[in-house]
């Protein structure tokens, strides 16, 4: 080990003992049989220059930006490194090249680190935020977004970069959201549910406090050029700056991709781009996104993952709200169909002279301006309380629901149990956002129940078209549709019961009377199964699963535990098949 005496040169005033500095190079003081010697480390002087705490919301890293001067007198360029690098020390080669070479020591990256952490400058600690959305930081509820509060440092990636918060607008600049109630750009069936979507999403944090998260996405459905991702791209720019060729996520995207991103976007409205596949293989690709976009929303539950030590990491499920675009509605599972709100768009229903005045508004800040606006009022109106805010979002969810649910049943309209949930939600948005321009003196009393009634109407309208849709999805439907497809085509047929025997062909599927259906069980369903899979439709519920649900609903008849029955052909042959009720297999349509 080279030695070096101690001479008056050296320089106490960057490190703790026993690091010191001598001509731009780092040396460690030794004791050795009772006298101090220097020991060099590197031919560089590398101090600290912050610590950074990333927090992602669920979990927190460290990071260290570091400084160096080397001994030729270059300043290195500044590297900042992760609390796994500054362990290993394997960054000063890759960073720095031939200037971060140390000394052939033993432990010398570990002493060059611990000197690193010991440096007696100022250092700088701070906490940078990766998630947006509502946070108690020192007692007190903050919104976190980049560019919203200079004094808190909020970072996204990749195209996740152009949500911002602007300063506040004034308070005139509130009539132009007042004007998007009325048939502005858009009419009113389109403009509202997405309206309450987006000041919904500043809501979600207190709503997953009360234990009732909002489970659903909002699904803009439309040709191309119906301007479906320009209106979206619009709605989000109440939450930074976006056009419809930079929205945040595509279903060109992995399932993966998507999953990360929407974890980061925590209150706030995010869109899923361009539901449109080309071929058979991309088409099954985008159901199976457009599925896991469901469940992702309708669960609020991430996936489980394991880190490189095999180790479960904790879940990141979707904290947002969302909308989806796309050229017609996915065929999914129904209760991946009942987590969607569809919003229909025709070519002309965009007015594009009233449009490009609210694109001005979002690429000014104008409309970012009103959100902020908007999220200050909960703050100053309703977080003094938190207690009873989320006791107040509880009870209108509550009521909400039930009068939907009434509202449902006395029109008669078929709906899963998810879409009460949904309704409620919407409303609650819709709520907030007219109780803020009601207290904001833009409209009045009367002219917030007026809107109220008319947002009902639309979206009770709304979910009697996507029952519609959410039937036509369910398994036994889809059988009796598909099978009286088979039959009415000729390709399949069904003989006659009682009539005279005749050599039975392989497109037989079974026999028939005036009241009911004697079908071949495994022919049925492998038929419908071909014939789904033929026009580029799922149809992957087992035999017994199906046989099941059509007993259930009452299509199958059998008075045994089992599902079919015995009977004997034409032939006077005993054969086992499932016994079909007519009148309930046609009212499936």
Same mark, same amino acid.
């Given at each position: 080990?080279?030695?070096?005496?101690?001479?008056?040169?050296?320089?106490?005033?960057?490190?703790?003992?026993?690091?010191?500095?001598?001509?731009?190079?780092?040396?460690?003081?030794?004791?050795?049989?009772?006298?101090?010697?220097?020991?060099?480390?590197?031919?560089?002087?590398?101090?600290?220059?912050?610590?950074?705490?990333?927090?992602?919301?669920?979990?927190?890293?460290?990071?260290?930006?570091?400084?160096?001067?080397?001994?030729?007198?270059?300043?290195?360029?500044?590297?900042?490194?992760?609390?796994?690098?500054?362990?290993?020390? +394997?960054?000063?080669?890759?960073?720095?090249?031939?200037?971060?070479?140390?000394?052939?020591?033993?432990?010398?990256?570990? +002493?060059?680190?611990?000197?690193?952490?010991?440096?007696?400058?100022?250092?700088?600690?701070?906490?940078?935020?990766?998630?947006?959305?509502?946070?108690?930081?020192?007692?007190?509820?903050?919104?976190?977004?980049?560019?919203?509060?200079?004094?808190? !440092?909020?970072?996204?990636?990749?195209?996740?970069?152009?949500?911002?918060?602007?300063?506040?607008?004034?308070?005139?600049?509130?009539?132009?959201?007042?004007?998007?109630?009325?048939?502005?750009?858009?009419?009113?069936?389109?403009?509202?549910?997405?309206?309450?979507?987006?000041?919904?999403?500043?809501?979600?944090?207190?709503?997953?406090?009360?234990?009732?998260?909002?489970?659903?996405?909002?699904?803009?459905?439309?040709?191309?050029?119906?301007?479906?991702?320009?209106?979206?791209?619009?709605?989000?720019?109440?939450?930074?700056?976006?056009?419809?060729?930079?929205?945040?996520?595509?279903?060109?995207?992995?399932?993966?991709?998507?999953?990360?991103?929407?974890?980061?976007?925590?209150?706030?409205?995010?869109?899923?781009?361009?539901?449109?596949?080309?071929?058979?293989?991309?088409?099954?690709?985008?159901?199976?996104?457009?599925?896991?976009?469901?469940?992702?929303?309708?669960?609020?539950?991430?996936?489980?993952?394991?880190?490189? +030590?095999?180790?479960?990491?904790?879940?990141?499920?979707?904290?947002?709200?969302?909308?989806?675009?796309?050229?017609?509605?996915?065929?999914?599972?129904? !209760?991946?169909?009942?987590?969607?709100?569809?919003?229909?768009?025709?070519?002309?229903?965009?007015?594009?002279?009233?449009?490009?005045?609210?694109?001005?508004?979002?690429?000014?800040?104008?409309?970012?301006?009103?959100?902020?606006?908007?999220?200050?009022?909960?703050?100053?109106?309703?977080?003094?309380?938190?207690?009873?805010?989320?006791?107040?979002?509880?009870?209108?969810?509550?009521?909400?629901?039930?009068?939907?649910?009434?509202?449902?049943?006395?029109? +008669?309209?078929?709906?899963?149990?998810?879409?009460?949930?949904?309704?409620?939600?919407?409303?609650?948005?819709?709520?907030?956002?007219?109780?803020?321009?009601?207290?904001?003196?833009?409209?009045?009393?009367?002219?917030?129940?007026?809107?109220?009634?008319?947002?009902?109407?639309?979206?009770?309208?709304?979910?009697?078209?996507?029952?519609?849709?959410?039937?036509?999805?369910?398994?036994?439907?889809?059988?009796?549709?598909?099978?009286?497809?088979?039959?009415?085509?000729?390709?399949?047929?069904?003989?006659?019961?009682?009539?005279? !025997?005749?050599?039975?062909?392989?497109?037989?599927?079974?026999?028939?009377?005036?009241?009911?259906?004697?079908?071949?069980?495994?022919?049925?369903?492998?038929?419908?199964?071909?014939?789904?899979?033929?026009?580029?439709?799922?149809?992957?519920?087992?035999?017994?699963?199906?046989?099941?649900?059509?007993?259930?609903?009452?299509?199958?008849?059998?008075?045994?535990?089992?599902?079919?029955?015995?009977?004997?052909?034409?032939?006077?042959?005993?054969?086992?098949?499932?016994?079909?009720?007519?009148?309930?297999?046609?009212?499936?349509?």
């Amino acid at each position: 080990m080279a030695e070096e005496k101690i001479e008056d040169a050296i320089d106490k005033s960057l490190y703790d003992s026993p690091y010191v500095v001598k001509n731009n190079c780092l040396y460690e003081m030794v004791n050795v049989k009772d006298q101090v010697i220097l020991v060099k480390l590197a031919d560089f002087v590398p101090v600290l220059v912050a610590e950074i705490t990333r927090d992602d919301g669920t979990e927190q890293t460290k990071q260290f930006k570091v400084s160096a001067i080397h001994k030729s007198g270059i300043t290195l360029p500044e590297v900042t490194v992760s609390a796994e690098e500054m362990q290993s020390m +394997k960054w000063l080669l890759n960073r720095w090249g031939a200037y971060g070479t140390t000394q052939p020591k033993q432990n010398v990256l570990s +002493k060059i680190c611990h000197a690193i952490l010991s440096t007696k400058t100022v250092v700088e600690f701070r906490t940078v935020y990766l998630q947006t959305g509502w946070k108690k930081i020192n007692g007190e509820y903050v919104f976190l977004m980049p560019n919203a509060q200079r004094q808190i !440092s909020v970072e996204l990636q990749g195209k996740l970069k152009n949500y911002s918060l602007s300063n506040k607008c004034s308070q005139d600049d509130l009539i132009y959201l007042s004007a998007m109630l009325e048939n502005s750009f858009a009419a009113q069936n389109i403009m509202l549910p997405l309206l309450s979507i987006a000041f919904l999403c500043p809501l979600n944090h207190f709503l997953k406090i009360a234990e009732y998260e909002p489970k659903f996405v909002i699904a803009l459905i439309g040709k191309t050029g119906s301007r479906k991702s320009t209106l979206a791209a619009l709605f989000l720019s109440f939450f930074g700056k976006f056009l419809a060729s930079d929205l945040p996520m595509s279903f060109h995207d992995t399932a993966n991709s998507i999953l990360s991103n929407i974890y980061y976007l925590k209150d706030v409205l995010t869109c899923i781009d361009d539901f449109h596949p080309s071929g058979m293989f991309h088409e099954q690709e985008m159901k199976s996104i457009a599925q896991n976009i469901s469940r992702y929303y309708g669960d609020r539950i991430g996936r489980a993952r394991l880190n490189s +030590k095999a180790k479960l990491q904790s879940s990141r499920p979707p904290t947002g709200n969302a909308i989806i675009t796309a050229e017609y509605i996915p065929e999914i599972s129904v !209760s991946g169909a009942a987590r969607y709100f569809n919003i229909e768009l025709n070519e002309n229903d965009v007015q594009l002279d009233e449009l490009s005045e609210y694109q001005q508004l979002a690429n000014n800040g104008t409309l970012c301006g009103i959100m902020r606006l908007y999220i200050d009022w909960i703050k100053d109106v309703y977080l003094v309380d938190e207690n009873s805010f989320v006791k107040m979002l509880e009870d209108m969810f509550l009521k909400y629901r039930s009068d939907f649910i009434n509202a449902l049943c006395r029109s +008669k309209i078929k709906f899963h149990n998810r879409t009460p949930d949904m309704l409620a939600h919407l409303k609650i948005g819709f709520s907030f956002l007219l109780m803020f321009l009601n207290m904001n003196e833009q409209i009045t009393k009367s002219e917030l129940d007026k809107f109220e009634k008319v947002f009902d109407e639309i979206i009770l309208k709304a979910i009697s078209s996507n029952a519609e849709i959410i039937a036509l999805e369910n398994p036994t439907t889809k059988f009796c549709e598909k099978l009286r497809s088979l039959i009415d085509s000729g390709r399949c047929y069904v003989e006659i019961r009682g009539a005279e !025997s005749s050599p039975r062909k392989k497109n037989c599927l079974g026999l028939q009377d005036d009241d009911y259906y004697y079908l071949f069980a495994d022919a049925a369903h492998s038929e419908v199964r071909k014939l789904c899979a033929e026009q580029g439709e799922h149809f992957t519920i087992s035999k017994n699963e199906l046989l099941r649900q059509l007993r259930k609903d009452g299509t199958l008849i059998s008075r045994t535990s089992r599902n079919t029955i015995s009977i004997r052909d034409n032939s006077n042959t005993v054969i086992n098949v499932i016994m079909l009720d007519k009148r309930k297999f046609y009212s499936e349509r």
